[in-house]
């Protein structure tokens, strides 16, 4: 059966710092990956998407950037944290078949 | 308007009762449709596929409303562990899967 892990799983950061989550999944090849944001009482941003390696799509103009250096590793960067970082950053996984995407444990960040 | 809209609640409701929610979408070339469960601070889960038909998983129901945009979600019998945010997810057309999710709607049960 297919997992998608993240970590860590909590993060607390100063303004400025730099950033980088990580996310992988087991159990399938050539999957979608999404990176998505949900603020607190807040829905899901869709931030970053990607259907193969190296190739990656932004959603939403930000300081932050993701990679994909294998076909199951995603991972979320920035340079330079922002207060309004702060939030849940979910990971995501579809088959490239189908439509339903299956979501990691996520990692809370707060930037202070 | 909104591209994916759900009544936030609460909705408050003892046990055994049964509660609905509703969902709807603003692009009548919507695909597909989902319902998932968020308890606090966990991610997403899953929940289930609505399909044209509709269908149903024990005691769940989801139904598809093509001709008035909207999609629900029925909960009978409810249970303790039924409290959750219920969000609603449409898939438009496109190449690469995108999926956008309602804010939620958050579901209390009542002892």
């Known amino acids: 059966s297919q997992t998608i892990h993240q970590w860590p799983a909590t993060l607390v950061q100063p303004v400025g710092s730099p950033l980088s989550l990580e996310c992988t999944v087991e159990g399938t090849s050539n999957p979608n990956l999404y990176w998505y944001r949900q603020a607190a009482g807040r829905g899901l941003q869709l931030l970053f998407y990607s259907v193969g390696i190296g190739q990656i799509s932004s959603e939403v103009p930000q300081n932050l950037s993701a990679s994909r250096p294998q076909d199951r590793q995603f991972i979320l960067s920035s340079k330079k944290l922002l207060l309004s970082d702060s939030g849940f950053y979910l990971c995501a996984w579809a088959d490239r078949r189908f439509y339903e995407q299956y979501f990691g444990p996520g990692t809370r960040l707060t930037v202070t | 308007r909104k591209e994916v809209e759900q009544d936030p609640g609460p909705f408050n409701v003892p046990e055994g009762a049964t509660v609905a929610f509703n969902c709807t979408y603003s692009n009548s070339a919507s695909q597909s449709f989902f319902w998932y469960r968020q308890d606090c601070r966990k991610e997403p889960k899953l929940l289930m596929s609505?399909?044209?038909s509709g269908n149903e998983d024990g005691r769940f129901t989801a139904q598809l409303n093509r001709a008035s945009q909207y999609i629900s979600l029925l909960i009978r019998d409810s249970k303790l562990s039924d409290s959750a945010t219920y969000l609603c997810a449409v898939t438009f057309s496109g190449g690469y899967q995108k999926v956008t999710f309602g804010t939620g709607t958050k579901l209390q049960v009542i002892p």
């Open positions: 609505v399909y044209s």
